[in-house]
């Protein structure tokens, strides 16, 4: 970094302003360009959008390419530059900061038409990077097009409202009339704040604009997005449904640690991912995992796997679930309760420290506390027996292996817990309690969560994949490797991938 040549590119240090505005790398940029026809580069007709433009790096690097490939069928390099920049360039910035960063970025001005642009031919000043402000559509104290609080957003003239332009519309061809794009590729703002009671802080809005995109018909569609969809996240299962169910997805790239993509970002729990999505193409998903900076596996698969409702993210991980699948067991599941299982919030506190006579014994965060009967509101059939309690969420930082749950513990008759758990069972007593235990603590059991999990959250949904044994006994990860007939390779692969759980 010494050497007089040394010549960083700024893209590439500007930190992120929020998990809302998570800036690309150029280097992630190109591999994304790179899933696309290495003949668009050479084509003057193609046309290009980014609809959330945020540094401009996208516009930036197509020029890049486009500058190269037409350089015979334009030499004039002036003529060159005005013809990409006002013909086949477009973008649509997410706020006004973004939108002259943008501009600064592509066109060298932040002013598309001044002095020390690069382009000479425009007359506007926001050239072909258009922003345009944009109100929230308020009903019933909530936005109709994104789901923003009306209370939380609805603020003074001159401050940012977050409304953006793109998904604010119910028909965005609207916004690019007598246009056809070939290519529409960005990096969407990924959530918005609704709130600030914790569990209902933010939602996801990055689907939005995938959705959006689709609705212009381009022939080739590639976004980065957080990888959550996958299998879980709030208000995801009609887009998540929709995706698997569209054989047009022909490339996903995932990125299982997200600061494996975005080196300077805030974390991204679940991971990102980059898709392409080609209009004219049916077939199976070529799926890429990339992990330590390389392509650790690639498979060409269906987006679902039988039975299943969601995408299993690991290419090794498929004929392993095959093999589960296989002995048509019953699933685990059915012994996971729901969310706050007796009906007790995380945050209550009308408990006592010690025990009291008729007091029933209640597990919380902080330990073990003692309540009146008359505070559970709910399932007070499971307080007198033997069952399993195991938090409800857990997460964990950085690569793997992980492991995956917390720890689970005995709940004894003449007890319940708080939402922050969920209960496992009931089981007939002490020993098989035990016994459930050892299967949470393999390998194995918890390399089936994984197949589910992508988040904090451990709900009951992500039990699903996990095959019910026989609890008249403890269980190993050697007695399922043998049961489930796993080669060693699968094995190795299970146990790169889950820590021991001490």
Known sequence: MNSPTYN????????????????????????????????????????????????????????????????????????????????????????????????????????????????????????????????????????????????????????????????????????FPNMKFDVIIGNPPYQLEVGVQKENYSIPIYQKFVEQAKKLSSRYLTMIIPSRWFAGGRGLDDFRKEMLLDDRLKVIVDYPDATECFSNSIDISGGVCYFLWDKYYHGDCQIYSIQKGKSVSQMSRPLLEKGCDSFIRFNEAIPILRKIQHLEEEFFSKYVSPQTPFGIISSFKKYQEQPFDGSIELLTVTGKKYIEDKYVTKNKQWINCHKVYISKSYGERGSYPYRFLAKPVIGYPNSCCTQTYLMLGPFNDKEECKNVISYIHTKFFRFCIMLKKNTQDAMRNVYSFVPLQDFSHPWTDEMLYQKYGLTAEEIAFIESMIKPME
């Open 8 to 175: 960083p590119d700024v893209l590439s240090c500007l930190a992120n302003l929020s998990n809302d505005e998570v800036f690309t790398p150029p280097a992630v940029v190109n591999h994304m360009l790179d899933l696309l026809p290495a003949s668009l580069w050479s084509d003057p007709q193609a046309t290009f959008l980014d609809p959330v433009c945020k540094t401009g790096v996208f516009l930036r690097e197509i020029a890049r390419r486009l500058l190269a490939g037409l350089s015979d069928r334009i030499p004039d390099r002036q003529e060159r530059i005005n013809h990409i920049f006002t013909r086949q360039l477009h973008g649509v910035a997410i706020t006004e900061l973004t939108s002259l960063l943008a501009r600064r970025s592509l066109y060298c001005s932040k002013l598309a038409n001044g002095r020390y642009s690069a382009c000479t031919a425009f007359t506007s000043e926001q050239g072909n990077i258009r922003y345009t402000p944009m109100q929230h559509t308020w009903e019933r104290g909530r936005c109709r097009y994104c789901g923003a609080n009306q209370a939380t957003y609805e603020r003074e003239e001159g401050r940012e409202t977050y409304a953006y332009e793109f998904i604010h519309t119910d028909n965005p061809n609207q916004l």
